[in-house]
């Protein structure tokens, strides 16, 4: 079994200081909580941004100078910012991420509309192929976040038809958001089957599965993301202090599972990304 990479996705669009205090808003918060989780075992981060007051943004300056100021003192870590953003942003709002000097290794590609809560992620056709384009003729490898079990077929057959970009395919099956599919081992088991032999895969559990999905990834040769984005408590009632407690609550799992954690290195290697030039 591969060692396990751990991503944190530290900030997020929707959660805020109100529900915790120590969500990252400003560039030095946001260069805190990624430090926090990479020092202590998180290979990637994945990346929002925030105005200073806490408004998600895909703003391309701001990511500019949230990846720069990340990759300063943790200078090897993997970078997967968010093509996402936040619920109504337009497609060309959210690809501006895809558009930083340098070029993101990474960045997430959305596999389809789904329930988000309360209200509708819209990821129609045309926007996934606009994606699928962008990160072909840019060579950034996506993430292929999947709400649901559908989303899985949806970006298969973008792939047959050359719309995005294919094998070495890393999907990231997102379970638990409320009104699309629950986080259970099972459909968890559902979708590592359904994917492509010699692709690689993530759960992120949100809210009070993330540790319980956590579990059944390291166990099944998985990977697992954790962060803020998606929950932000170390246990029942207890807020996480940082990104980084929620990482180091994985490794704890992981050493006693007895599954190593990759470095960046090592997760470029597992991933089928070029090694970062120096
Ligand atoms: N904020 C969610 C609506 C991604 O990063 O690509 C979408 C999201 C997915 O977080
Ligand atoms: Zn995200």
């Known amino acids: 079994m591969d060692k396990l990479?751990?991503?944190?996705?530290?900030?997020?669009?929707?959660?805020?200081?109100?529900?915790?205090?120590?969500?990252?808003?400003?560039?030095?918060?946001?260069?805190r909580e990624a430090k926090s989780a990479v020092d202590v075992g998180a290979a990637i981060v994945h990346l929002h941004v925030r105005r200073d007051d806490g408004t998600p943004t895909q703003d391309k300056a701001?990511?500019?100078?949230?990846?720069?100021?990340?990759?300063?003192?943790?200078?090897?870590?993997?970078?997967?910012?968010?093509?996402?953003?936040?619920?109504?942003?337009?497609?060309?709002?959210?690809?501006?991420?895809?558009?930083?000097?340098?070029?993101?290794?990474?960045?997430?590609?959305?596999?389809?509309?789904?329930?988000?809560?309360?209200?509708?992620?819209?990821?129609?056709?045309?926007?996934?192929?606009?994606?699928?384009?962008?990160?072909?003729?840019?060579?950034?490898?996506?993430?292929?976040?999947?709400?649901?079990?559908?989303?899985?077929?949806?970006?298969?057959?973008?792939?047959?038809?050359?719309?995005?970009?294919?094998?070495?395919?890393?999907?990231?099956?997102?379970?638990?958001?409320?009104?699309?599919?629950?986080?259970?081992?099972?459909?968890?088991?559902?979708?590592?089957?359904a994917i492509p032999a010699g692709s690689t895969w993530t759960v992120t559990g949100v809210g009070r599965s993330a540790f319980q999905m956590a579990a059944a990834a390291i166990a099944m040769g998985g990977n697992v993301r954790v962060g803020f984005e998606d929950n932000l408590y170390l246990s029942k009632g207890v807020l996480a202090p940082s990104n980084g407690a929620l990482v180091e609550k994985v490794v704890r799992i992981a050493n006693e599972l007895g599954r190593g954690i990759a470095n960046s290195h090592e997760a470029r290697e597992i991933l089928g990304l070029a090694p970062r030039n120096k």
């Open 62 to 193: 701001r990511f500019q100078e949230c990846e720069e100021a990340i990759l300063k003192v943790c200078p090897d870590v993997i970078l997967i910012p968010s093509t996402g953003g936040a619920v109504g942003m337009t497609p060309d709002e959210r690809l501006q991420s895809t558009d930083t000097d340098p070029l993101p290794e990474m960045a997430t590609l959305d596999c389809g509309t789904c329930n988000f809560g309360d209200e509708i992620f819209d990821n129609t056709m045309p926007t996934m192929r606009a994606f699928g384009k962008r990160m072909m003729e840019r060579g950034i490898k996506p993430e292929y976040e999947c709400f649901e079990m559908g989303h899985i077929d949806t970006i298969l057959n973008m792939v047959r038809k050359g719309e995005a970009p294919g094998a070495p395919m890393q999907f990231n099956f997102v379970l638990g958001v409320p009104g699309c599919t629950p986080a259970t081992v099972g459909n968890l088991c559902w979708m590592a089957n």
């Open 5 to 31: 990479i751990i991503t944190a996705a530290i900030c997020g669009a929707e959660v805020t200081k109100k529900q915790n205090p120590a969500v990252p808003y400003t560039v030095e918060e946001i260069v």
